[in-house]
């Protein structure tokens, strides 16, 4: 049984999206439709029952707008140009091909004087026909929208010369267009496989366990907190966390890393919930490969959300986002389209005032409408975009559109949230340093059954560390936890309230600053780049605890990539005191290390840097540093694979936890940039040569079509440059 999902663009109000609902409902066949969180529009139906392309028009007469359609068969009249699906088979090329032959064959007939010219004249109308027949479909496609687009252009063009007589000018003119659009779809075609590749990583079957039985199904069929089966050497079909077996997994569909990731079991796989939550070794994805061992994953996300299935949709709706130079060459063309209408108009009076047949006129007049025509301009930018995209996708790097390619190469300046982005974001307890009547053990014991409430990283390592140090000691469970943002926690404690925090929680819980001894051994340990805390109980200050986040092991290699690349500036935002930031950015070499900021400092931080620097972009975990990433001009979300905050928070996502990837990411935006402004110089420049040569009579219909096809291939193909791009 064949199924279909259609994802629309956004709905912004929930009463229409129930409207929705309700129509399509209605329909034969249609057995589930849901607005998903991000306010697409799912639908599924049994193509058995219905033609999916009646439900599409309905789609389409209601005014929404198709951004993807998923289906494991091929559905009768897709989305693409012409009413016959010949375009799977290369028809389009085959059709050029043969009007090519027909012209050759004719213009070689012409010059041999014993053939008479109509035969001549025959093959090049029959040359015509073949050439015509997919332009003159997309020409009364655009009419019936409203549209006059450049095939419309061309068949006008073609048909004028054919009045005039020149049919070997129409069917030259003809099939160098056919032609060109034919190359330029096969070109085209090739960064869209990258893309479309992804959709065939999934699986379409997995080995579940069930009731005892080992069975195989859909993983549309599969349900979180199923226990799958993965073979060696197979692909992992669902988001998860491994509950049995180690072995090396090849994460690079969605992470781009090169070197497999050893998987093993995680401890507590029963009562893992979330995925994000989990550290690389237990969790695995959907679309990867297994190794040489056998896994056993629990499922904690159904396909539809699985972290292939939200890249895969991203992606595509990339491809639909306009960069600021498409968006200026649309303003362009805007106006410039009228102009050259109004040109082509004025010239074909010229008779009227200069000394010619309107048969000249007339032919003049059809030479500049090739010539004007913007086709080069309108793929330039569009075909650099998709081809960057498509290869930052196969590097694990997720663009949201041509805005951010382009964005990205501009920077000069990024911004590094510290915790997890530059660091390892996984500290260790350090020292423990009890002060007055208390002991090692006392504060050990306050520190831990407080942060044992919570789950931020440095209550994770005050923990564990305690723990260890305490030998395994039985220790009471404080109450009532309550977090101070960028200040510490509270929680109630063997009949006291218990505060673990920084200077500024105990000057304002006590109103004096903290006691000089205290304050003077957290001098000496943030210095040294270690997060410095009091434990204060009751009324006594019980001592101090210290944690060390330890810089990641390719930090200082990426950053100095990153200044290889043209970053000036490298700025480092935490909520650390200023001396513990001063200490790590002295070892990794970052220019502006800011500390003790809260997440309002952090954004008032970007604005600042952006009004200095023009654009500066923000690099952080996509969900604390949302805010900063959000006034960012671009933002980066780091780790994004299980994420699906950082997906939809980020402009950019890094989907592995490492940052070596960064530096590919801006070099590939740099060279994008480079390439736009090369294919708008060979598109513009190829207009601004040919017109006033058609204009003065110097160039004819034919060498016209050829630079203006040739402008149009050569610009696609400079633009799939990208999809070879390596640093």
């Known amino acids: 049984m064949n199924k279909i999902i259609i994802e629309l663009e956004k709905i912004h109000h929930s009463r229409n999206a129930r409207r929705i609902e309700q129509i399509l409902e209605k329909q034969q066949g249609v057995h589930q439709v849901a607005v998903s969180a991000s306010g697409k529009i799912r639908l599924e139906w049994d193509e058995n029952q219905t033609d999916p392309s009646l439900i599409i028009k309905k789609i389409r007469r209601m005014g929404l707008k198709i951004v993807h359609i998923q289906n ?165 079909a669902a988001d998860g966390v491994v509950s049995k077996g180690t072995s090396p997994v090849n994460q690079a569909s969605i992470t781009g890393e090169s070197v497999p990731v050893d998987k093993r079991a995680s401890p507590n796989w029963q009562s893992t919930t979330d995925i994000n939550k989990l550290l690389p070794e237990h969790r695995v994805f959907s679309g990867t490969i297994n190794g040489n061992g056998v896994l056993e994953v629990k499922v904690l996300k159904e396909a539809k959300d699985s972290t292939l299935s939200r890249l895969i949709t991203l992606v595509k709706e990339a491809e639909t986002q306009k960069s600021p130079t498409q968006h200026l060459a649309d303003k362009f063309e805007k106006y410039y389209v009228p102009s050259v209408l109004a ?74 949230d510290k915790t997890g982005t530059l660091t390892e974001g996984r500290p ?132 100095s990539s990153l200044r290889k690349t043209g970053i000036k500036r490298i700025i480092m935002l935490t909520g650390d005191n200023q001396r513990v930031a001063d200490a790590i950015a002295k070892n990794l070499g970052i220019t502006d290390p800011m500390g003790s900021l809260l997440p309002e400092d952090k954004v008032k931080a970007i604005e600042k840097m952006t009004k200095e620097e023009g654009s500066v972009a923000m690099v952080g975990d996509g969900v604390n540093d949302a805010p900063a990433m959000a006034k960012s001009t671009v933002g980066i979300a780091m780790g994004a694979a299980g994420s699906d905050v950082a997906l939809e928070t980020a402009d950019i996502a890094l989907m592995s936890d490492k940052l070596n990837v960064l530096p590919f990411a801006i070099g590939l935006s740099r060279k994008a940039k480079r390439i736009i402004k090369q294919n708008l110089v060979i598109s513009l420049g190829m207009v601004a040569v040919l017109v006033p040569l058609t204009i003065t009579g110097t160039v004819a219909i034919g060498p016209a079509v050829v630079g203006h096809e040739g402008s149009t291939v050569l610009v696609v193909l400079n633009a799939l440059r990208l999809l070879k791009y390596e640093v």
């Open 72 to 236: 494991d068969a091929p559905h009768k009249n897709d989305d693409g140009p012409y009413p016959f699906h010949f375009r799977q088979n290369n028809a389009d090329l085959y059709f050029a091909i043969v009007s090519g032959l027909f012209w050759g064959v004719g213009l070689i007939f012409s010059f041999i004087a014993s053939i008479p010219e109509d035969y001549s004249t025959y093959l090049f109308v029959v040359g015509a026909v073949f050439g015509s027949i997919f332009t003159t479909s997309n020409a009364v496609k655009d009419l019936l929208r409203g549209k006059f687009e450049i095939d419309f252009l061309m068949i006008f063009a073609a048909v004028g010369a054919a009045f005039l007589g020149k049919w070997g000018e129409a069917a030259l003119l003809l099939f160098l267009f056919s032609l060109g659009n034919a190359l330029e779809q096969y070109a085209m075609s090739r960064a869209q496989k990258s893309i479309a590749a992804l959709s065939d990583l999934a699986p379409p079957l997995a080995m579940v366990k069930r009731n005892g039985k080992l069975i195989e199904v859909p993983i549309e069929k599969l349900r979180v907190g199923d226990i799958i089966v993965v073979r060696p050497n197979s692909k992992i």
């Open 343 to 416: 040109l082509v108009l004025f010239l074909l009076f010229a008779f009227l005032i200069v000394e010619e047949t309107f048969k000249e006129s007339f032919y003049r007049a059809m030479s500049v409408l090739i010539a004007a025509s913007p086709c080069a301009l309108a793929i330039s930018t569009p075909s650099a975009v998709l081809a960057g995209i498509a290869r930052a996708a196969r590097q694990g790097v997720l663009i949201k559109g041509g805005r951010p390619l382009e964005d990205l190469g501009g920077l000069s300046a990024i911004a590094f």
């Open 428 to 559: 260790v307890l350090t020292h423990a340093i009890p002060f007055g009547r208390t002991d090692k053990t006392h504060l050990l014991s306050a520190a831990i059954a407080v942060e044992a409430l919570s789950d931020h990283p440095l209550a994770i390592a005050i923990v564990e560390g305690g723990k260890k140090e305490l030998g395994g000691e039985d220790i009471p469970m404080a109450e009532n936890l309550q977090a101070l943002v960028a200040r510490g926690i509270k929680a109630d404690w063997d009949g006291d309230v218990v505060h673990v925090g920084n200077r500024r929680l105990f000057e304002e819980l006590t109103g004096n600053s903290v006691p000089k001894e205290i304050d003077q051994k957290m001098f000496e340990l943030e210095s040294g780049g270690h997060t410095a805390m009091i434990v204060h109980k009751g009324k006594e200050y019980l001592g101090i605890i210290s944690v060390m986040d330890v810089a990641r092991p390719d930090a200082i290699t990426v950053l």
